[in-house]
């Protein structure tokens, strides 16, 4: 399976951007997808978790009623809907496939899209 994630863009305080993550094979509907994001010089963090069926979901607190994950099976795409967007939300952000259980740390995951390059900036 490969990733492909687009929709970063530089973007106000305040506004809003959606990202989407493409999958290359229908086997994408099996797994649990996730989100991460990363600054330069610091680790990568953890975002939103969904399961393979979509049914449930996770965030990490700093996006919690601020961001949505959600997945079409059918268009092999998963999404992120990012409000109300924050300067600390600067980051490139990364789709990632998840093998394991949807509530798994960063070693569950093991195919990940090339990030897409998120900028909040007034």
């Known amino acids: 399976v490969q990733l492909q994630a687009s929709g970063g863009g530089l973007v106000q305080p305040g506004g809003s951007l959606r990202l989407s993550c493409v999958a290359s094979?229908?086997?994408?509907?099996?797994?649990?997808m996730g989100w991460w994001r990363q600054v330069p010089g610091k680790e990568r963090e953890f975002v939103a978790a969904?399961?393979?069926?979509?049914?449930?979901?996770r965030y990490t607190d700093s996006v919690q009623g601020r961001f949505a994950i959600s997945r079409d099976n059918a268009k092999n795409t998963l999404y992120l809907q990012m409000n109300n967007l924050r300067l600390e939300d600067t980051a490139v952000y990364y789709c990632?496939?998840?093998?394991?259980?949807?509530?798994?740390?960063?070693?569950?995951?093991?195919?990940w899209g090339q990030g897409t390059l998120v900028t909040v900036s007034s």
């Open positions: 990632a496939l998840n093998r394991g259980a949807y509530n798994s740390g960063i070693a569950a995951y093991d195919v």
């Open positions: 094979e229908y086997t994408f509907s099996h797994f649990a």
């Open positions: 969904i399961t393979s069926s979509g049914s449930m979901t």
